[in-house]
């Protein structure tokens, strides 16, 4: 490819100029990479990934033993195509390897002492993974961050309001960085103490943001939150929302309410936060689903079972690798989501892939009831369509004479508090949820505010079949 103003690509890592920044008018950052034609950009991708690969390679205990065994090797790789014969790697193996060589694990690509950032999970579901970033990466981290901050809209003038968690998380850090090296306006307000939510509102009221950051979830929290004090939210003056950690922003009726509730665009984003830069799925502001940007992050939608590629139309889980990671890079790494891909154009004249539906939901958040695989992406859509749905639900699959059943627990609004307009309310619910899930579903209501609102990623699946198992096998 031609030079690029901003970056050189002739060496590896690539070398950014950390004063470049397009013309605010610009509608892109690289336009020359992120406009190529595809295959002129497997090019660049070809040639990075084989550095990548090299150094992981020399570098790694952890991936030269997984590749011997496969077979394969830097040399083995002569198309981008080739990448597929090379094995997954599942969250699993990165704890176990943590474990077995504490505390990064031998997928360490550089000396501990150059470890300049720790971040991690946080465990609740097993033994934490510890992300050892580098100096460098996390510079090229607030690169692509910008760069694709840039594709959603936001500008140096903006006012950037964060809403999430500084803590391990790096959804919030990773904003926070990328909005800084944009050249705007940061406001890091946080989330999950006792009150703040509150004092966020009343903050964003004075100080005007033009951008907010968090979860699809703490978005409608925060909507509700300006109400209760007698504030449209639409007042505050949001131009851009964008979002990660769950799915919301790409369900379109949970999309359509937060345009219509903030009266700024909705941004969907994200990946894995192992993969950081995560914002590498990420939509424009022409909001068509998220672009993969391919030449930092270079993904892979794969059926679930053999992790080989789908092809364009398909629907699969992504697998990611890394591009420009020194420290700690993934390659191949299992994402367990679920997307569909297409390589149909976007009036933004991008060239990458799109995932048009978003992230939908996750191979293990899937539930069967009588037979039928059920997505809480979908029960989320098709409430959030429905008026007089007060905003928040909760999902209870049980188990009872050996046959399950589904609960569907909902808030309705004020204005069909009225018996006869929640019977009316109840039934329409009732007749969507079976069309669109292809099983029949209770619905219960309950008031709009009765239900705990989330400051962080929402847990609205509960699954009790367990404790039937638990009491027919004592039987």
């Not at 760069?147 to 959804?171: E, K, N, Q, T």
């Not at 309410?257 to 950081?276: H, K, L, N, P, W």
């Not at 939509?283 to 939608?301: I, P």
Request: net charge neutral; charged share 25%.
């Amino acid at each position: 490819m031609k030079a690029t103003p901003g970056v050189d690509l002739s060496v590896w890592p690539p070398r950014y100029d950390p004063a470049y920044r397009p013309d605010p008018a610009s509608e892109y950052w690289f336009g020359e990479i992120e406009c190529a034609d595809p295959r002129a950009r497997d090019r660049l991708i070809l040639a990075k990934l084989r550095r990548q690969l090299e150094w992981a390679w020399t570098r790694s205990a952890f991936y030269r033993r997984k590749w011997e065994a496969a077979g394969v090797s830097p040399a083995t790789l002569e198309s981008l195509g080739d990448l597929a014969k090379f094995p997954v790697v599942q969250k699993a193996e990165l704890r176990a390897s943590q474990a077995a060589a504490p505390p990064f694990g031998d997928y360490l690509c550089v000396e501990p002492g150059e470890v300049a950032r720790i971040h991690g999970t946080s465990g609740t579901t097993g033994r934490p993974t510890v992300f050892g970033v580098g100096r460098d990466d996390w510079a090229r981290i607030g690169e692509a961050h910008a760069r694709i901050l840039w594709g959603a809209g936001i500008r140096p003038d903006d006012r950037v309001l964060i809403c999430s968690f500084f803590s391990l998380y790096l959804g919030s850090w990773g904003a926070l960085t990328g909005a800084e090296r944009l050249g705007a306006t940061v406001f890091p307000f946080g989330a999950g103490v006792a009150g703040q939510t509150l004092m966020a509102v009343e903050w964003a009221r004075e100080l005007r943001p033009t951008a907010f950051y968090g979860t699809p979830s703490y978005a409608l929290h925060f909507a509700e939150t300006a109400r209760r004090e007698g504030i449209d939210p639409r007042e505050l003056g949001f131009r851009t929302l964008f979002f990660s950690g769950e799915p919301g922003a790409g369900i379109p009726a949970t999309k359509r309410r937060i345009e219509e509730t903030f009266g700024g665009r909705c941004v969907d984003m994200g990946s894995m936060a192992e993969m950081s830069p995560w914002m590498t799925n990420a939509e424009c502001r022409h909001r068509t689903g998220m672009h993969l940007w391919q030449d930092l992050v270079y993904a892979e939608v794969c059926d679930p079972e053999t992790f080989a590629p789908v092809p364009f139309g398909g629907e699969g889980t992504p697998v990611y690798t890394h591009l420009e990671r020194t420290s700690q890079p993934m390659i191949r790494l299992v994402s367990g989501d679920l997307a569909r891909w297409t390589d149909a154009p976007c009036p933004c004249g991008r060239t990458y892939p799109r995932l048009p539906d978003g992230l939908y939901g996750r191979i293990d958040d899937m539930f069967i009831v009588r037979g039928e695989n059920i997505y809480p992406s979908a029960i989320e859509d098709t409430l959030r369509a429905i008026e007089g749905f007060g905003g928040e639900y909760r999902v209870i699959v049980s188990r009872r004479e050996a046959m399950d059943e589904l609960l569907v627990r909902a808030e309705y609004a004020a204005s069909h508090a009225e018996p006869g307009a929640r019977a009316k309310l109840s039934a329409t619910m009732a007749v969507r949820l079976r069309a669109r899930l292809g099983v029949g579903a209770l619905v219960e209501l309950v008031p709009e505010g009765t239900l705990p609102r989330s400051e962080f990623k929402a847990r609205r699946v509960i699954d009790d079949r367990d404790l039937y198992r638990e009491r027919t096998s004592n039987v």
